[in-house]
């Protein structure tokens, strides 16, 4: 008789390691994934608003192409955040705004990650 009862223990009283088989619940390869994708494009989204603050904070030549490219795919991404804060200061406006949007893009991610995995 094994030390600790139940169906999750071997007959050593060792809980099974997942590749050697036993009672485990196995991970889907598509559900991983798609979290995989799914936190690849949240995290590329937040780090395309932490550069457009930055570079909006640092008044970035706006003639520059890489700088021009993030302020663009920022203005895609930002949906109805991007007002939602309207301080006098345009500088803090912008912070408050994208740094807004890239906290709910990010916690967002994490949910939709979560009922993935689960």
Do not use: C
């Not at 007959?11 to 690849?40: I, S």
């Not at 709910?104 to 994490?110: A, D, E, K, N, R």
């Amino acid at each position: 008789m094994s030390r600790y009862p139940g169906p999750d223990y071997d007959a050593d009283g060792r809980y099974p390691h997942p590749q050697q088989g036993g009672n485990h619940r196995r991970r889907n390869d598509g559900a991983e994934t798609l979290a995989g994708v799914v936190r690849a494009i949240t995290t590329a989204i937040a780090t395309i608003f932490l550069l457009h603050i930055v570079f909006v904070v640092l008044d970035a030549n706006q003639g520059n192409s890489v700088v021009s490219f993030i302020y663009s795919a920022a203005k895609v991404f930002v949906l109805g955040f991007g007002d939602v804060f309207t301080p006098r200061d345009a500088n803090v406006g912008v912070v408050l705004n994208y740094g807004f949007a890239a906290l709910v893009y990010l916690v967002v991610g994490q949910l939709v990650i979560k009922m993935l995995r689960r």
